[in-house]
């Protein structure tokens, strides 16, 4: 197998097993990409030590990451675009420039797929696929990317030009990137979120991080609900849903209080021990004083909350 073959034939499998979500969570660990399947005996990577990764044997660059708290100012320009930096501040001192641009230079010309991989934490990524290279700034040294398709995470219903709307490139890109920037806003904060609680729910202690969400104490779409840690709770499923529905909350002095609704019901071992047996307790708080719970945020939503009970 020649390598155009070999490079398409390795994309394509990429895409499908981005595509099945039941192989990974919407975030995935740097390990897990590292080595993400196996194609013909070899261990496929989808990600290398440089921000743009060409596998052996390639043709193209497979995929491009930002690193979190790296060295480049990649960022998304507006809903449409993505502005992704060259490798290397200025050209190499002999001249020529580095191979991995000129690979992105490439998948440029011929329009060839690639994968994004934004850092939301330290490891751990958040994918867009497929992305294309629209647009080359050799002068400010800034690569300009779009997407097409963002496949539903899990849970979700297909993008809309799926199911009937007008197959429009334009109307695709927009709605595409701009769904990609919402939902990276969002899996940073739960990834920031569950790392200050050491991926504990605040109320019931679980540990299973696939089962804990970033719960907002004030809600995102109000002047105070902001994406910042201490507007966050790490909680369970079970207790982010009761939280939301003012069947429990925290009070500025961090401890819960169940509504009394709920504390006169007798319904079997859940209820007394996943609600009642939890009033009046402290919830575990994240190590730093820094990403504690902000207590005026916890003031306004129990005062909510006890207007609901």
């Not at 994309?11 to 740097?30: C, F, G, N, Q």
């Not at 071992?269 to 402290?282: C, K, R, S, V, Y």
């Amino acid at each position: 197998m020649d390598k155009r073959d070999w490079d398409a034939r390795l994309r394509r499998e990429t895409l499908a097993w981005l595509r099945e979500p039941s192989r990974y969570e919407a975030v995935i660990d740097r390990n897990r990409l590292e080595k993400a399947f196996t194609l013909e005996g070899r261990t496929v990577s989808l990600m290398g030590p440089k921000g743009i990764f060409t596998p052996k044997d390639c043709l193209y660059p497979l995929s491009v990451t930002t690193v979190w708290k790296g060295p480049y100012s990649d960022h998304f320009a507006d809903e449409d675009r993505l502005l992704y930096s060259y490798r290397g501040a200025a050209l190499p001192a002999d001249g020529r420039e580095y191979p991995d641009n000129l690979g992105l230079r490439r998948a440029m010309t011929d329009r060839i797929p690639l994968v994004y991989f934004c850092a939301v934490a330290r490891g751990r990524y958040y994918p867009a696929w497929p992305v294309y290279i629209v647009a080359d700034d050799p002068q400010r040294r800034i690569f300009t990317l779009v997407t097409d398709f963002v496949t539903a995470l899990p849970g979700e219903g297909n993008p809309p030009w799926m199911l009937g709307e007008p197959d429009d490139p334009e109307i695709r890109r927009r709605w595409s990137l701009a769904t990609v920037r919402v939902r990276y806003h969002q899996q940073a904060f739960r990834e920031r979120v569950i790392e200050a609680y050491r991926s504990h729910c605040a109320m019931c202690r679980l540990r299973e991080r696939s089962l804990l969400d970033a719960a907002h104490i004030i809600g995102d779409a109000e002047p105070a609900g902001t994406a910042a840690v201490t507007n966050g709770l790490a909680l369970c499923k079970i207790h982010h849903a009761a939280f939301d529905q003012h069947l429990l909350a925290v009070r500025p002095d961090y401890r819960i209080e169940v509504s009394p609704r709920i504390l006169t019901e007798t319904d079997g071992p859940m209820l007394e021990i996943g609600f009642q047996a939890l009033h009046g307790t402290t919830i575990w708080l994240p190590g730093r004083a820094r990403d504690r719970p902000s207590r005026e945020r916890l003031e306004e939503r129990w005062q909510r909350f006890r207007e609901a009970s």
